[in-house]
């Protein structure tokens, strides 16, 4: 079987590199009002031209600029919607767990406080950098999906004293803005886009889902809610512009906050989701088993199963990597199935609990059993 010359590809990556020490440095410097601005942007560039390096040499097919610039995968993202701001006077609670036990952090809240829309390319000028940087590998650009700006509000977009009175006008907006900048992120030539997206995951777990129920929402289908708004985002696309989307349970300092296989949301993802592949969490048992992939149609739609972790530094076993694939493709062909790690390795600026030598180790390990699998 041959290599594929479309994303996604046989091996490939989510998103997030671990942020470099001096990297850091420059950030905290900068907040504390000791670095200008274009100094900053100079220690951005020289992070992103290693990692764009790193990727390249172990092999990847695409590579990200790791999302370094950002503090945050999604809400760098959001707050540069219009009518999207940050609530100063009031935070949510998010929590999170690991094999140690729970952790929590106060996360700022999300306020609408007019209608959405698009003033400006989000992301734009960062994608032009990380596509005059790479040398073999396909620039890739990751941006939160619509859905993560509805889940992380905390509550329902029609309430006292929002722009919106009812819920589909926020729906129609949200998606004009999402394919407005599709639009002008194609113009910037961006031709391999992902829509991460935790919601999808999150919804299988039912406490989570009683959580959106208590906040006033239909949390039984709001996953439909969520796959008809992407569907109208990426309606009339290029067809030459390749769009993933990515599900995981979480993503922070090693931790996660939700649980539960993709049964809930399966049969409108997998079968109804209009995106070319799936990059999908299951690097552990709370991810369920790969049954719920029977729902994708037979052609060219990928997944790509996320089966090395990225929470911890132990390194998979390649020939266990294997059996695992084979026994995926007891409801998906080998030809519609690929292989990366479970989720980025720093969704956020603090990273999650391994070394750049690990991390490295890891993008070698995908990259060589892929290469073992599909040749």
Known sequence: MSARTTAPFRADHVGSLLRPPALKQARTAHAEGRLPDDALRAAEDDAIREAVALQESVGLQAATDGELRRSSWHMDFLYQLDGVSSSKDSSVEVAFRNASGDLTFAAMSLVIDQRIGLSTTIFGDAFSMLASTVTTAVPKLTIPSPSMLHYRLGGAPVHEGSPYSDPDDFWNDLAAAYRDEVSRLYAAGVRYLQLDDTSLAYLNDPAQRESMAARG????????????????????????????????????????????????????????????????????????????????????????????????????????????????????PLEQLCLSPQCGFSSTVEGNDLTPEQQRAKLDLVVSVARDVWG
């Not at 796959?227 to 390749?242: G, K, Q, Y």
């Open 217 to 332: 929402e239909d949390a039984d289908h709001m996953h439909q809610r969520y796959v008809d708004t992407i569907n109208e985002v990426l309606r009339d696309r290029p067809s030459d512009l390749r769009v993933t989307t990515h599900m995981c349970r979480g993503n922070y300092r090693s931790s996660w906050a939700a649980e539960g296989g993709y049964d809930h949301v399966a049969e409108a993802v997998f079968g109804g989701l209009q995106v070319d592949g799936f990059f999908c969490e299951y690097d552990d048992a709370r991810s369920g088993d790969f049954s719920p992939l029977r729902f994708l149609p037979r052609g060219d739609q990928q997944v790509v199963l996320g089966l090395v972790t990225t929470k911890t530094g132990e390194l998979e076993d390649p020939d266990t990597l294997k059996r695992r694939i084979e026994e995926a493709t007891k409801y998906v």
